[in-house]
């Protein structure tokens, strides 16, 4: 039997047997330090001889210019750039994540089908109908969910690069200011990522601690998911 | 998108949507502009809506098309992004303020080409679920052969997605044209009933079918605003009275 499945209405053409690496997936608001963990991840497997394909979001061939100008200016409407989104995660999963699960890969991915579906939710997408649409998605192996609370959020926001526009939800008008606004969008994607932890099985995993001690955990998780045949 | 989004069927807008589906060659997009321009001389505020709208969506698909970038599925995604641009800038907005909203191919034509691509028949449903329900949806019906007669007489060369070249039906291009365009009859067929389309049997003649459009787009229109607006033939006359 295949390892691997759709989450619903599957791609067309694509043989589950042929696919043999492991998906793993990184979800968590912006400042958990998704991107660091995945860079970390990616060295330590290759050094103990795992292939690894890292891969994000709207960085597709076919899409991912299009749509930061698109993000950039925002002229497109809620559900334009929810399936917009949609495009471009396709084309990743198709000549990217596929190929190279196909190949034996250990697929490392920042934010998944998780992230794309809060954000479209919040700017007034139908849940059910964004499930639908992302019924294509093959089903991962295991998705970890860095999580932190809101004040810790605001303190690493402000540490690194300080409030952006759009993590800051201002499109939707949701505060007098960049602050304001952040809180309230912030804590709502947390509200609706929560939902998901039992729905799609999240290991949720406290990003609160130092960098060194959340990868110690992520580490020996990874490592379980690689070698275990199966699921 | 405040109010939070909308599922098909569920719009109540005070204005009327009317569009027309077929395969190439069918002669729907005439018939789409003959009404049009007898809307607007009735005094009907008449918008135009057709594939392909957004200027960034639309270099995402013309780039997909001539690198031969897409599948089957980004393919389907893509041209729903540039619907969902049109619904919520072109079609929406004019429907809540009453207009009269034409619409050269609709939901039908994505049903059609993406299920004969291999996509599933349900997902691509639940993918357009976001669309207005139209007031009628027109369907011309057009025998193959008819259709080849006028597609290879009149236009330029047929294109690779058009042809349904992706699908590896047939090395000539014309040949794999014919076998998909069959297969997207056979889509619409089934999709007579599913949706309720209004068949006009695209063999007669331009006249017969357009006043057979009118006669059911005049009951359709029962209660939708007309425009204050003048004709420039009116105003022309309204000049002259008044040298008078």
């Avoid at chain 1, 970390?40 to 299009?66: C, F, I, P, Y």
């Avoid at chain 1, 960049?178 to 947390?190: A, D, I, P, T």
């Avoid at chain 2, 027309?20 to 069918?26: A, K, L, M, P, Q």
């Avoid at chain 2, 919520?88 to 429907?95: A, F, T, Y």
């Amino acid at each position: 039997m295949a390892r691997f499945s759709f989450f619903g209405e599957g791609l067309p053409d694509i043989d589950l047997e042929e696919l043999k690496g492991k998906l793993i997936v990184l979800e968590g608001t912006d400042g958990v330090g998704r991107s660091t963990h995945i860079s970390l991840l990616k060295q330590w497997l290759e050094n103990h001889g795992h292939a690894v394909l890292d891969t994000g979001m709207t960085r597709s061939a076919l899409a991912g210019k299009r749509l930061k100008q698109a993000k950039e200016g925002h002229t497109l409407g809620g559900i334009t750039m929810s399936l917009f989104y949609a495009t471009d995660f396709a084309d990743r999963l198709e000549n990217e994540i596929i190929p190279a699960l196909r190949a034996g890969f250990v697929v490392l991915t920042d934010r998944y089908i998780y992230s794309l579906m809060v954000r479209a939710i919040v700017r007034g997408a139908d849940p059910e109908w964004m499930r639908e649409v992302y019924g294509f998605a093959l089903k991962p192996d295991a998705i970890f969910y860095l999580r932190l609370q809101i004040d810790d959020l605001v303190t690493r926001v402000l540490q690194s690069s300080g409030f952006d526009y759009w993590e800051s939800g201002m499109d939707m008008h949701m505060g007098e200011d960049m602050y304001e606004s952040f809180v309230r969008y912030q804590k709502w994607l947390l509200a609706e990522f929560d939902k998901m932890v039992d729905e799609y099985g999240f290991e949720v995993i406290d990003a609160s601690p130092g960098i060194e001690e959340v990868f110690e955990r992520l580490r020996t998780r990874v490592m379980q998911v690689v070698e275990q045949n199966g699921r | 998108m405040a109010g939070g989004m909308k599922m098909y069927g569920k719009h109540r807008f005070p204005g009327r949507l009317f569009v027309v589906e077929g395969i190439d060659g069918s002669g729907k997009s005439t018939q789409l502009m003959l009404l049009q321009k007898w809307l607007e001389s009735e005094g009907y505020v008449a918008s135009f809506s057709e594939w392909n709208s957004s200027p960034l969506v639309r270099d995402v698909t013309k780039r997909g098309k001539k690198k031969m970038m897409l599948t089957p599925m980004t393919f389907s995604l893509i041209h729903a992004t540039d619907f969902a641009d049109r619904t919520e800038h072109d079609i929406i907005p004019p429907l809540k303020a009453g207009a009269v909203v034409l619409a050269d191919r609709y939901i039908y034509t994505a049903f059609a080409r993406d299920v004969v691509r291999g996509v599933s028949r349900k997902w691509v449903r639940e993918l357009y679920a976001f669309a207005v329900k139209p007031t009628v949806a027109f369907y011309f019906r057009t025998p193959l052969d008819v259709a080849m007669k006028r597609i290879l007489g009149g236009r330029d060369a047929i294109k690779y997605y058009e042809a349904g070249m992706d699908l590896g039906f047939s090395e000539d291009i014309e040949e794999s044209f014919r076998v998909f365009q069959s297969r997207i009859i056979d889509e619409y067929e089934k999709m007579v009933e599913e949706f309720g389309l209004v068949v006009i049997d695209a063999t007669q003649s331009i006249e017969e079918q357009q006043t057979q459009v009118r006669d059911i787009v005049t009951k359709a229109l029962e209660g939708t605003k007309r425009t204050r607006i003048r004709r420039w033939l009116d105003l022309a006359s309204l000049a002259k009275d008044s040298r008078t």
